[in-house]
């Protein structure tokens, strides 16, 4: 499977997934990481995997939909088949979603529907609930909306501070995110281990 990561910030995500030989072997190819922020970590992390990185800015085109436009036209010569969002800080719109229907995966650090949007850790732990998560979910034009892949629980611990809870969650992360990939691939060459 041919695949591009979209990520703005650290990559944990990214790494997480880059570095997995069990996805390599069952046929994930990173083509290349899309990335927005010209000074995000995610950059170095991509380099240190020989992935090839394409910076494209959004203030450098007038709207969204020309931004996409141009991310697309560099995809199209990789025979991209699946975008993973790790941490990609923006909305997609209709002209990528038209490009990859029902092949773009997202990753949130919440138990969606509740804390969709940006900072959700924290106000998940502010609001004092015991439990929070994790949710991969097929992206439509929504903010963090879209048909769920999986949930997976984390619970809050007495003592937790937000980092704390954070680390945990993205730990679950990394597991979750490799698990779908992987159900992904076995599934696209016929392997049914369910
Ligand atoms: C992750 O927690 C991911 O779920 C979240 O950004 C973080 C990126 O971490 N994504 C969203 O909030 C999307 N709405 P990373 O850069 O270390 O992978």
Do not use: W
């Not at 910076?55 to 975008?83: F, H, T």
């Not at 924290?122 to 769920?148: C, K, M, Q, W």
């Not at 984390?154 to 679950?172: C, E, F, G, M, Y």
């Amino acid at each position: 499977m041919r695949a591009a990561i979209f990520a703005s910030g650290n990559g944990s995500n990214f790494e997480a997934i880059a570095k997995s030989n069990e996805l390599k072997n069952a046929g994930l190819e990173i083509e290349v990481l899309v990335c927005d922020q010209p000074d995000a970590h995610v950059i170095q992390r991509a380099q240190k995997y020989h992935i090839p990185v394409l910076v494209v800015k959004l203030s450098d085109y007038p709207n969204r939909g020309l931004y996409e436009q141009a991310i697309i036209e560099k995809l199209i010569p990789l025979k991209i088949e699946y975008i993973f969002l790790a941490g990609y800080m923006r909305v997609v719109t209709p002209v990528l979603l038209g490009k990859y229907p029902k092949r773009i995966i997202n990753i949130h650090p919440s138990l969606l529907p509740k804390f969709s949007g940006l900072e959700a850790i924290e106000r998940a732990f502010a609001s004092g609930d015991e439990v929070t998560g994790v949710t991969i979910h097929y992206i439509d034009e929504g903010v963090d909306t879209g048909p769920i892949i999986k949930q997976n629980k984390v619970v809050r611990l007495k003592n937790d501070t937000v980092d704390s809870l954070a680390q945990r969650i993205h730990q679950t992360e990394h597991q979750m995110y490799r698990q779908v990939i992987l159900d992904l691939l076995n599934k696209n060459n016929g392997v049914d281990k369910k």
